[in-house]
């Protein structure tokens, strides 16, 4: 009568396993570091629009652009890319040096760029008119707009482009009532004033003080902690801007940082995760899947789990955030053993443990009681099943 008995405990501890390997992703605690750190990462192999599609326990499945080619793929804990599919193409990006070129091509003269966060703003003649248009991140030229005439004095945006066109960046006006200009610049690490006349011409330049060096974007998490934005991990660090995302209060934000470290476009794109307790990282572990989870917490260096994924043993270094940065395979995850389950009782303080078994067993209710070998020690019926 013990065969059945014993093929029941199996069946049990089969279903536990497989109910928690079932288990739906909570997609809190992140495998292989930060998704900002895997978006780096992708970045700095070349793909850029960058999206997460699915999170599972070992990988999680990103869309993203290379080249011309929309593709997705799977990024596994280990940094490990699977092979990509193309699922669509994917249209390139243009600099201000392009949508020059594109508007010269269609006609514009005396043309001045702004990039404001990867969409242009561009200021140029036409015939005798002055027109404002907007050029997208793929060059798309817009509706045109109007706003007077073209005369031989050049305004602001002329200034701009010209003293772009001789050096200078960073441009900001002081002053703009003719016959002449003012303004503040740039050139290297010096800032200048300059006096214009209403032709472009530097009449008078005058040192005033010292202008940033471009930014390295090994830096900018510690430039934008000094603006407010913590936990900043850079996700594109391809000039001429840069690309990163970090914290502001409780939310995500994704920012577009300039050569010189101005933010030029900030967006909310989630909540950030806070401050993890071990108590809190167990449950989300087990919400997530694994089981016979042990946390240990290492205080500013985050925790240390041991975890089982099915049949897996997993090490798993994790930081206060809940973003796993390494994990190391242990080997198989065995159940324990009566005797193992016992003994751990005994070390709570239970003193004369028994194990029974409840089933059904050819109609009938059953409990029976075991030893520590899973040998039968006593019977009682229950009543029907």
């Given at each position: 009568?013990?065969?059945?008995?014993?093929?029941?405990?199996?069946?049990?501890?089969?279903?536990?396993?497989?109910s928690?390997?079932?288990?739906?992703?909570?997609?809190?605690?992140?495998?292989?570091?930060?998704?900002?750190?895997?978006?780096?990462?992708?970045?700095?192999?070349?793909?850029?629009?960058?999206?997460?599609?699915?999170?599972?326990l070992?990988?999680?499945?990103?869309?993203?652009?290379?080249?011309?080619?929309?593709?997705?793929?799977k990024?596994?804990?280990?940094?490990?890319?699977?092979?990509?599919?193309?699922?669509?193409?994917?249209?390139?990006?243009?600099?201000?040096a392009?949508?020059?070129?594109?508007?010269?091509?269609?006609?514009?003269?005396?043309?001045?760029?702004?990039?404001?966060?990867?969409?242009?703003?561009?200021?140029?003649?036409?015939?005798?008119?002055?027109?404002?248009?907007?050029?997208?991140?793929?060059?798309?030229?817009?509706?045109?707009?109007?706003?007077?005439?073209?005369?031989?004095?050049?305004?602001?945006?002329?200034?701009?482009?010209?003293?772009?066109a001789?050096?200078y960046?960073?441009?900001?006006?002081?002053?703009?009532q003719?016959p002449?200009?003012?303004?503040?610049?740039c050139?290297?690490?010096?800032?200048?004033?300059?006096?214009m006349?209403?032709?472009?011409?530097?009449?008078?330049?005058?040192?005033?003080?010292?202008?940033?060096?471009?930014?390295?974007?090994f830096d900018?998490?510690?430039?934008?902690a000094?603006?407010?934005?913590?936990?900043?991990?850079?996700?594109?660090?391809?000039?001429?801007?840069?690309?990163?995302?970090?914290?502001?209060?409780?939310?995500?934000?994704?920012?577009?940082?300039?050569?010189?470290?101005e933010?030029?476009?900030?967006?909310?794109?989630?909540?950030?995760?806070?401050?993890l307790?071990?108590?809190?990282?167990?449950?989300?572990l087990?919400?997530?899947?694994?089981?016979?989870?042990?946390?240990?917490?290492?205080?500013?260096?985050?925790?240390?789990?041991?975890?089982?994924?099915?049949?897996?043993?997993?090490?798993?270094?994790?930081?206060?955030?809940?973003?796993?940065?390494r994990?190391?395979?242990?080997?198989?995850?065995a159940?324990?053993?009566?005797?193992?389950?016992?003994?751990?009782?005994?070390e709570?303080?239970?003193?004369?443990?028994?194990?029974?078994?409840?089933?059904?067993?050819?109609?009938?209710?059953?409990?029976?009681e075991?030893?520590?070998?899973?040998?039968?020690?006593?019977r009682?019926r229950l009543?029907?099943?």
């Amino acid at each position: 009568m013990s065969r059945p008995l014993r093929s029941v405990i199996t069946g049990l501890a089969m279903v536990a396993i497989l109910s928690s390997a079932g288990a739906a992703p909570a997609q809190i605690i992140q495998l292989g570091g930060s998704e900002s750190e895997i978006k780096a990462m992708l970045s700095a192999r070349g793909y850029d629009r960058i999206d997460v599609v699915e999170r599972g326990l070992s990988s999680t499945t990103y869309q993203a652009c290379l080249g011309t080619d929309r593709l997705q793929f799977k990024v596994y804990w280990d940094g490990r890319i699977g092979s990509p599919d193309r699922i669509g193409g994917c249209r390139p990006f243009v600099d201000e040096a392009q949508v020059r070129r594109l508007l010269a091509a269609r006609g514009y003269e005396r043309i001045s760029v702004e990039n404001r966060g990867g969409t242009f703003i561009a200021v140029a003649c036409r015939g005798n008119n002055r027109i404002r248009v907007n050029v997208s991140p793929h060059g798309d030229i817009g509706p045109e707009r109007v706003f007077g005439a073209c005369q031989p004095e050049l305004a602001p945006a002329d200034i701009v482009a010209r003293l772009e066109a001789e050096g200078y960046d960073r441009v900001s006006f002081q002053d703009r009532q003719l016959p002449r200009y003012v303004a503040h610049a740039c050139s290297g690490t010096v800032r200048y004033e300059l006096v214009m006349n209403r032709f472009g011409e530097i009449a008078e330049r005058r040192q005033i003080g010292q202008c940033e060096r471009p930014v390295d974007p090994f830096d900018l998490p510690a430039l934008l902690a000094r603006k407010g934005i913590e936990r900043a991990v850079v996700t594109d660090a391809r000039p001429p801007r840069f690309r990163a995302e970090g914290c502001r209060g409780g939310y995500k934000v994704e920012v577009t940082v300039s050569r010189f470290g101005e933010i030029l476009d900030e967006v909310r794109i989630g909540r950030c995760q806070p401050e993890l307790t071990a108590a809190q990282l167990s449950a989300l572990l087990r919400d997530q899947g694994y089981s016979n989870v042990r946390v240990t917490d290492n205080g500013a260096n985050g925790f240390l789990a041991i975890v089982c994924e099915g049949n897996r043993r997993s090490e798993l270094l994790i930081n206060r955030y809940g973003e796993v940065s390494r994990q190391v395979a242990l080997g198989p995850c065995a159940s324990p053993t009566l005797r193992e389950v016992i003994a751990r009782f005994g070390e709570e303080g239970v003193r004369q443990a028994r194990v029974y078994v409840e089933g059904c067993e050819r109609g009938r209710r059953v409990r029976v009681e075991i030893d520590e070998y899973g040998e039968i020690r006593d019977r009682e019926r229950l009543g029907g099943c």
